[in-house]
């Protein structure tokens, strides 16, 4: 795998998360210019999953609550029943297989990526920087979506150097605007992981009722004061203040 795979545990529990507002995308266009391969189907994604934990048919089908005859019919993307049916089913499969639902029910990496964010990725405490929030997805997409997601594709999706690609992932180079918009479509993250917001101040917390007392004694003005504690705790999540 790579640079990528050191960074995620796929046996790490999962949790209910806040969930985000994510940007729509042209996936159709993307795959016309060339920038994402068409993704795994269900069928192939399901059937990868088996392989790789190496049951026969049968075995699968049995933990799964289904007939191998059906289970068949889905590696293959032959639906046959209602879609609630499938999504049943799929959901069953996941949970065999230790893998979000959403890898077997969405249609795109991207998609997955998404939902991966919320059910995973804001719950991780590890991923204190831009580097290792980014390092995480992409180890993600390339251990799930396979070479599409590879550290050389990537680089050559973003038009830089590996080493500069390693130099994101590693918050010794920062990325520009462009990159950033780039990584968002690529991924299907919004982003906010990637640079999380502030959270709102309250002047009803203790701790901030004094600093403000402190503040007007030293005859600071209070709104220079509120931007300046903005701006300190958006550069502890590695994004500059906008004035």
Request: charged share 25%.
């Given at each position: 795998m790579g640079l990528f795979s050191e960074v995620y545990d796929r046996d790490s529990t999962l949790?209910?998360?806040?969930?985000?507002?994510?940007?729509?995308?042209?996936?159709?266009?993307?795959?016309?210019?060339?920038?994402?391969?068409?993704?795994?189907?269900?069928?192939?994604?399901?059937?990868?999953?088996r392989d790789e934990k190496g049951v026969k048919l049968r075995h699968a089908a049995k933990e799964i609550d289904v007939s191998p005859a059906y289970l068949s019919l889905l590696e293959h993307d032959q639906k046959g029943k209602d879609p609630e049916h499938i999504r049943g089913t799929m959901e069953r499969a996941a949970r065999y297989y230790g893998v979000l639902p959403a890898y077997l029910l969405a249609s795109t990496p991207q998609e997955y990526m998404a939902e991966c964010?919320?059910?995973?990725?804001?719950?991780?405490?590890?991923?204190?920087?831009?580097?290792?929030?980014?390092?995480?997805?992409?180890?993600?997409?390339?251990?799930?979506?396979?070479?599409?997601?590879?550290?050389?594709?990537?680089?050559?999706?973003?038009?830089v150097k590996i080493d500069t690609l390693r130099g994101y992932l590693d918050d010794r180079v920062p990325m520009n605007d462009k990159v950033v918009d780039q990584i968002t479509e690529l991924t299907g993250v919004p982003i906010d992981f990637f640079f999380p917001r502030p959270k709102m101040i309250s002047e009803d917390d203790p701790a901030i009722r004094r600093v403000i007392t402190l503040a007007v004694q030293s005859g600071i003005a209070v709104d220079e004061l509120e931007y300046v504690i903005q701006a300190w705790m958006v550069a502890r999540s590695n994004k500059k203040p906008s004035v």
């Open positions: 949790t209910r998360a806040n969930t985000l507002v994510y940007q729509k995308m042209d996936i159709n266009l993307l795959v016309k210019r060339g920038v994402l391969a068409l993704p795994l189907s269900r069928g192939m994604r399901l059937q990868r999953l964010v919320v059910q995973v990725g804001l719950n991780n405490s590890d991923l204190t920087t831009v580097g290792k929030r980014l390092r995480w997805v992409l180890a993600e997409l390339n251990l799930r979506w396979g070479e599409e997601f590879s550290e050389s594709q990537v680089a050559e999706t973003l038009g």
